[in-house]
């Protein structure tokens, strides 16, 4: 657990140290004053923590201020850490691994059985389907393979399908890291149909025994219609198969726009249905409070984030050491 926060805490340094310089180290255990707590309101909105979170955690700090005029930093911490996990909770999703989906535990959203989370519509053996999609740049075919590696690690049997076949490099990118990191992968070229290869890939995956199919779609602008309707079809083609695939529909987002990426992913559920969240790149931004904001505004569960550059980097997203690497 204590390497988990790590990855936590070192992956959020940026927003860690873009607070502590705006608040000059108020966590750190001085005493709280009027100063400070405009102070800590600056840095909440610098970090993307938004409206309605920043003025929950002021107004709790004040109020606690006022009952103690002692109230130390650390205490403080602790009140925005509450207040963070109040706001979050429901926010994590959660795949079944290898060994629960056999047993019929449940991924997904509380109360849904393994059956509704990984569809199984197909067929005995068919692979639970995630499609990961998002505009150009957000980090989808790493966060792919890092994925793809993860589950792969916890003892599932994975595919990939590079149906990126926009994007000049794409596949070759993709293949790299199936070379690098033993992964099993299914591609055609550039330019091929994307439909096409969504659909051989679930058939090779099938056939394989794989446990999970992971769908890495081209990147494409919300606002393009003849793009958002590829997508379209590849779940259709996808569902030739298996009725409920694609069972995971997550949005990858790039973690250094912050709140900006709200209006990008309602257009992207619209058309999609999405499921769930990847949120990337948070080691490279001070905004690592945008996570607030997407998850009040979307309600969609957040299921791993990208705090670095490795293949371990990529981590399920926990409440606990979100806070405690932001507060702690």
């Known amino acids: 657990m204590l390497g988990l926060f ?18 000059r180290g108020l966590f750190g255990g001085r005493k ?14 610098t970090a993307d ?38 706001v979050l909770a429901g926010s994590e999703g959660a795949l079944p691994t290898a060994v629960e989906a056999a047993a019929g535990v ?61 994007r000049a490099a794409a596949v070759e990118q993709l293949k790299s890291w199936a070379e690098r990191l033993d992964l099993d992968l299914v591609a055609s070229h550039t330019g091929a149909d994307a439909a096409a290869v969504a659909y051989d890939a679930w058939a090779a995956a099938k056939a394989r025994g794989s446990d999970t199919l992971i769908v890495d779609t081209a990147g494409r602008l919300h606002t393009k219609s003849n793009l958002m309707e590829e997508l379209a079809k590849i779940a259709r083609v996808l569902q030739k198969h298996d009725p409920s695939a694609p069972q995971h529909r997550w949005l990858v987002v790039d973690g ?35 996570i607030v904001g997407i998850w009040r505004e979307l309600r ?19 409440i606990e050491n979100y806070t405690r690497a932001l507060f702690g």
């Open 300 to 318: 969609l569960p957040i299921y791993f984030v990208g705090l670095g550059e490795q293949p371990e980097d990529l981590q399920p997203f926990s």
């Open 106 to 166: 449940a991924g997904g959203d509380a109360g849904e059985t393994a059956a509704q989370s990984a569809g199984g519509a197909g067929g005995e053996g068919a692979p639970t389907v995630i499609a990961l999609i998002g505009v150009n740049g957000s980090g989808k075919t790493t966060t792919t393979a890092k994925l793809a590696w993860r589950l792969q690690q916890e003892g599932q049997r994975v595919t990939l399908a590079a149906c990126d076949t926009f």
């Open 32 to 45: 709280i004053d009027a100063a400070s707590l405009d102070q800590l309101e600056e840095a909440l909105y």
């Open 256 to 290: 250094s726009l912050g709140s900006n990426s709200i209006e990008q992913a309602r257009v992207f559920h619209k058309h999609f249905g999405l499921t769930g969240l990847v949120l990337t790149k948070l080691d490279g931004t001070s905004r690592g409070g945008a």
């Open 6 to 23: 790590k990855k936590f805490k070192d992956g959020f340094a940026k927003t860690v140290a873009s607070i502590s310089a705006t608040t």
């Open 49 to 86: 923590f938004g409206v309605e979170t920043t003025t929950e955690i002021l107004d709790e700090i004040r109020a606690a201020y006022r009952k103690d005029p002692a109230l130390q930093g650390a205490a403080a911490a602790q009140i925005g850490a509450a207040v963070l996990a109040r």
